[in-house]
């Protein structure tokens, strides 16, 4: 599978690369931890849970289309589909819109599991849609207790989530939406709302969604893409507001990757990136229902 991945990207012209596990920063993302390491000389050091802030600082020092096969971690994940240490495929394309990098991961999932009949079966349907057909439930404009009736939370789970609006909808969209995704097939949703636009721009033609898409076999997440957003300053500004729901959560509040924001100033290009969960796309290669059953060494 990994001489497969490989041979997508040599047969487009697209670069391997290999950028550093450790980093001086952690991600300020509130739904991403960081696990962290240290070294005689400079205690506060993290293991990367994306190569994506290197691998863009690449492509703004004049790097063209890149990818990488590496190892990236994360704490508080463990269980049948996640583990704190595992591979991720990341790759940029320069000038790619939505449908295009969709499209392009659609195809390179299909490769990796060796199933040309897939591209032709996928679905690719916005996010809005996805909640409409399975619900008849508007994720852009329902309030948190139509999502929490959604959810069918009781009072513990009510109290947990809180007011998090966007917390109720990655619920909903995991245990009622995204079981409706046809078995056997992929399907795409693109137009996250602007308030999940993580690294993402907002869509040209509609500021309330963003241009990011997620890319499902079944009811199981195997990739997560944009269309990059390069405004250093706007980006400063997510940066800001992740840094005050962390705090706000009690969680580590960790500086801004400065270094990152120094490329986008420097300018990074229009491209658009994807990040694939390869132990994932292994597992449904093997027919298996949990990551342990593909992995040699596990925590």
Known sequence: MLRRARTFFATRDVLEVDTPILSRFAVTDPNIESLSAA???????????????????????????????????????????HLPEFTMIEWYRLNFGLQEIMRETIGFVAALLDRADLPATAEIISYQEAFQNALALDPLTADIAKLARCANADEPLRAAVGNDRDAWLDLVLADRVAPRFASGKLTAICHYPASQAALARLCPADAAVADRFEVYYGNLELANGFVELTDA???????????????????????????????????????????????????????????????????
């Open 39 to 81: 070294l005689d000389q400079e205690p506060d050091l993290y293991l990367q849970t994306s190569p994506e802030y290197k691998m863009k600082r690449l492509l703004a020092a004049g790097f063209g289309d890149i990818f990488q096969i590496c190892k990236v971690f994360r704490d508080g994940e463990l269980g049948r589909n």
């Open 233 to 299: 300053d706007v980006q400063m500004r997510r940066f800001e507001d992740d840094r005050m729901v962390r705090r706000r959560n009690g969680k580590a509040d960790h500086r801004i990757d400065d270094e990152f924001i120094g490329a986008l100033r420097a300018g990074l290009p229009a491209c658009a990136g994807v990040a694939v969960g390869f132990d994932r796309v292994l597992m449904l290669h093997e027919g298996k229902s949990n990551l342990g059953a593909v992995t040699n060494f596990t925590i």
